[in-house]
């Protein structure tokens, strides 16, 4: 893909690094004029792709409509992935097992959890979790990227995202991503995951090197998920992600110019709405599926 280093992926790509997390729209151009490129994340475009209305309430209504209480399986995902990062950030010589609990431990959270019984075993089971895991990684060896936000160019987008792990293997860059949930991801997930092909992207432009392996490390089993990426199947994730942006702006534009803003943002019901942040203000949502209960997502 011309433009990142590293690439040849055979479909177009803008100028220089898109600016970050905002919200840019493609705006009218005259004829001979460079297209203002659509500044966004890959989770971005996953809410909108998960839910129009879920993400005009997200990103677009000003302000913000309230969101419901907080879910207590984000709080373990939280505080796994803080205290991997410190981890990481430790001397070499203090990264060893017990110190890596131990950092769970202050970055645990009390958020969503349905009592402190369930909060203190929550606790004590992802301090395993970490300690077993952190076993087997080599601390002399800091990975070139740990919580590094990356950043390339599409043909339409100017995409950005925060990457959880970038390691560097046999002169490859290799994506990681921690997951925390019940879920035990599998090659499949690797392969479909357009946030994982877009760091892909990000870490070509970023590192200046090639890049084409990403792995999901599922930390409370010590599974990964691998799948090594083709320059065809990063097109075709970069192609989704260029339709969905085009959507966004069309129903940005919509409502722009005085469209209804319900209409430009449709619901997109199922059972996912009973996990959704802005349920209390989506009837729709509401008889698609019964509330959860913010520990829910806990594994029994």
């Not at 131990?102 to 203190?120: C, S, T, V």
């Not at 996912?272 to 509330?291: K, S």
């Amino acid at each position: 893909m011309a433009g990142i280093a590293g690439s040849d992926i055979p479909v177009g790509i803008g100028g220089g690094i898109g600016g970050g997390i905002g919200g840019g729209i493609v705006q009218p151009t005259l004829p001979g004029m460079p297209v203002r490129l659509f500044a966004c994340t890959p989770s971005r475009l996953a809410t909108y792709a998960d839910c129009p209305r879920r993400y005009r309430m997200t990103y677009v209504d000003r302000p913000p409509p309230g969101r419901g209480a907080p879910w207590a399986h984000n709080s373990v995902g939280a505080a796994v992935h803080t205290a991997l990062k410190q981890w990481w950030d430790l001397p070499a010589a203090r990264r060893t097992p017990p110190a890596a609990g131990a950092l769970l431990e202050a970055a645990w959270l009390r958020d969503g959890f349905r009592d402190d019984e369930q909060w203190d075993n929550w606790r004590l089971k992802a301090r395993q979790w970490l300690i077993r895991y952190v076993a087997d990684l080599n601390p002399a060896e800091r990975p070139p990227g740990v919580e590094r936000t990356v950043a390339a160019t599409t043909g339409r987008l100017a995409l950005s995202g925060r990457v959880d792990r970038i390691d560097r293997r046999d002169g490859e860059l290799v994506v990681v991503d921690y997951k925390t949930g019940r879920w035990v991801p599998d090659e499949d997930d690797a392969r479909g995951s357009q946030a994982l092909a877009m760091y892909v992207l990000g870490a070509r432009r970023t590192f200046h090197a090639s890049c084409r392996r990403v792995e999901l490390h599922h930390v409370p089993t010590k599974t990964t998920a691998v799948f090594e990426h083709s320059e065809e199947s990063l097109a075709r994730h970069v192609g989704r992600a260029e339709d969905t942006a085009a959507d966004i702006v069309d129903a940005t534009a919509s409502v722009a110019g005085g469209g209804s803003p319900e209409e430009a943002f449709p619901p997109r019901t199922g059972t996912q709405c009973g996990w959704c942040d802005f349920r209390r203000h989506c009837p729709e949502g509401q008889l698609a599926a019964p509330a959860r209960a913010p520990w829910a997502a806990l594994a029994p």
